[in-house]
C-alpha cells in the first residue's frame, strides 16, 4: 500500500510538529479502523498526541471516534484507554448524542475498559437520555454496560422500558444483545424482561428470535438453576430455528432431524422438571442437557 505508507509518514510528521488538532486526530485514527489499517508506528504517534489534549479541547463525536477505532483495531494501549476515558469522563451528559454514546461505550466494553469513573459516567449519560435512543443506540448501550458489570437496576428498568417502546425497529442481532443483556443476575433477579421481548417478537410487535438469540437466557437459566424458565425456552426453540436471514415465520417447520433432536431435548427438560425434587439425580441432567443444546445451536445459522 504505497499509497497509505505515504500518507502515514505525512501524518506522523505534521502530529509530531504540532500541527494536528484533536478532530485531526481523531479522525485519522477513525480512516485507520474504517479503512481496517492496522499501522501500529502511526497509532502510536495519534495515541500520544491524544493523551496530551486538554479535557475542555475535546468533542464528543471525537471521543466516540478515537476510542471506537482503537477498540476496531484491537489496539490495547494502556495509557491512551486511560486518556480517553478521563476526557469521556470531564464531558457533560449532553454532549453525547445516542449513537455518540453507544458507540463509546461499545468501545470501552470491547477493550474490557476497568476505569469506574468512566463506567459511572456512561451509566449516568445514559439515565439521562435513555428517552432519546433508537433501537440500535439502545440495544449497543445496554449490552456494553451489562459487559462492563455495571450494577444499577434502575438504569436497566428504564431501558427495559425503552425497549418496549423501540421495539418495532429492532433488529435480530439487536434483539440477540437485548436478551443477552436482560439475562445477566447483575440486570435482573429472573428472566422475565426476556420473556416479554420473546413474546413480543412471537406476537409480531419485533423480531422473531433465531435460535441463536436464545443461547444466552438458555445458559444462564441453567447456570442459575431457573427450572421452568430453562424448560420452556427448550421449549421454544422449534418456533425460532426456522429463521434464516429474513422475517420467519412462528410457524415455520425445522427440519426433521432438528424436530427429531427438539423432542429429545423436550424429553429431557420434562425429566428434569420430574427430577428436581431429587437432587442426586437432578445433579447429573444439567450438563448432559447443556452439551445438548450447544450441539443443537452450532448447527443452526447464527443470524443475531
Known sequence: ?????????????????????????????????????????????????????????TGAQELANSTWAYATLQVQTGDVQSALATQISAAPFTTFKPQELA???????????????????????????????????????????????????????????????????VRRDELSMLLWTFSRPEVACDLEDVWDFLHAGMEGIGPIPSAFCLGAPIMEAEQRLLLQDHVDLLRLLPRCSGASGGAASPDAVPPAESVAFLQELSEQAAAIQLLSEDPAQFS?????????????????????
Open 103 to 169: 458507540n463509546t461505550a461499545w468501545a470501552l466494553a470491547t477493550m474490557s475498559s476497568q476505569d469506574q469513573a468512566v463506567l459511572r459516567y456512561l451509566a449516568e449519560a445514559a439515565r439521562e437520555g435513555v428517552h432519546k435512543f433508537n433501537a440500535t443506540a439502545l440495544a449497543t448501550t445496554a449490552w456494553s454496560l451489562g459487559t462492563l458489570r455495571l450494577v444499577d437496576r434502575d438504569i436497566f428498568a428504564s431501558m427495559r422500558s425503552r425497549a418496549h417502546e423501540v421495539l418495532s425497529d
Open 1 to 57: 500500500r504505497p499509497a497509505l505508507t505515504a500518507i502515514s509518514a505525512a501524518a506522523q510528521a505534521s502530529i509530531d510538529s504540532g500541527e494536528f488538532g484533536f478532530r485531526s486526530l481523531s479522525n485519522t485514527a477513525w480512516a485507520m479502523a474504517t479503512l481496517q489499517w492496522l499501522d501500529r508506528p502511526l497509532m502510536a504517534v495519534v495515541a500520544g498526541a491524544l493523551q496530551q489534549v486538554p479535557c475542555d479541547a
Open 284 to 304: 447429573e441432567i444439567p450438563f448432559h442437557l447443556a452439551e445438548a443444546t450447544n450441539d443443537f445451536l452450532e448447527q443452526v445459522p447464527r443470524t443475531g
